[in-house]
């Protein structure tokens, strides 16, 4: 859940800020808005963005008119209907790649093993999209290759959090991180978190591997923490919700 205090902005005369400050505090009411509290009073949206009801009166007239809000027969608001627009333009404007391949590179580079993408295929997890790093020894996947749903971490991740929904991966579904060791290759060990889209929807398993010699037990939660850190820009990229993904890192933190 969104925290209503991480939008709130200090209130400062208009005429020192310019235009800059009345693009912000629009920003700040848009944000007021999350998918567990979709319409808000006046008086609600002053709290959790911390500006004046009079100040929110003038802006949202703006917004009313652009259609990124809609004022409710009660007098509540709601978003409008423009966000979605955008969201669309969104959607096809950028490949999935474009978010995933990047964050592989930045994974592979602080770790030194093999990162890549899983995702769920005719029953098979499918390797989409993986990074190698620059060593002889190192675990060594291919692109569409295909591998049993049952083995290895990204396929728990994908049972976990598919429509599959294996109770035996109950804790898992909980720590929102699985490990492996050896379960497709002996001389392997893999950690793998998910990547989720909009309305909570799974997109694939964000996954790391090396061998068993050097990808240690004792590293397993610190890899974790890698791989959630990197699936939660993911899934913010993808218009999803991190809160989740973010709570677990900090539960591996503490």
Not at 6 to 27: C, H, I, M, W, Y
Not at 185 to 196: L, M, W
Not at 231 to 254: M, P, V, W, Y
């Amino acid at each position: 859940m969104t925290n209503p205090s991480d939008n709130k902005l200090t209130e400062q005369p208009e005429s020192a800020e310019g235009g800059v400050a009345a693009v912000d505090r629009a920003f700040a009411i848009l944000a007021a808005f999350n998918v567990e509290q979709d319409c808000l009073s006046l008086a609600e949206i002053a709290r959790r963005t911390g500006l004046y009801k009079s100040t929110i009166l003038r802006l949202i007239v703006s917004l009313e008119k652009a259609g990124f809000v809609r004022k409710l027969v009660d007098g509540r608001y709601s978003v409008g209907p423009e966000p979605l627009r955008l969201s669309q333009l969104y959607q096809t404007s950028f490949r999935l790649r474009d978010v995933i391949h990047p964050l592989l590179e930045s994974i592979t580079e602080e770790s030194g093993e093999t990162s890549s993408f899983y995702v769920l295929e005719n029953g098979s997890r499918v390797v989409l999209f993986r990074v190698e790093p620059k060593r002889a020894v190192r675990v060594s996947v291919v692109e569409g290759a295909r591998f049993p749903l049952h083995t290895g971490a990204a396929g728990k991740i994908l049972r976990a959090f598919s429509k599959l929904n294996d109770p035996a991966l109950v804790e898992i579904r909980e720590r929102f991180w699985a490990c492996s060791f050896g379960e497709r290759d002996p001389e392997t060990t893999a950690v793998s978190v998910p990547v989720f889209s909009m309305g909570y929807e799974l997109k694939g398993a964000l996954t790391l591997s090396g061998p068993s010699d050097r990808l240690l037990k004792d590293h397993i939660r610190d890899t974790a923490a890698i791989l959630l850190r990197n699936a939660a820009i993911a899934t913010s990229a993808l218009g999803g919700n991190s809160h989740e993904l973010r709570a677990a890192l900090e539960r591996l933190d503490s």
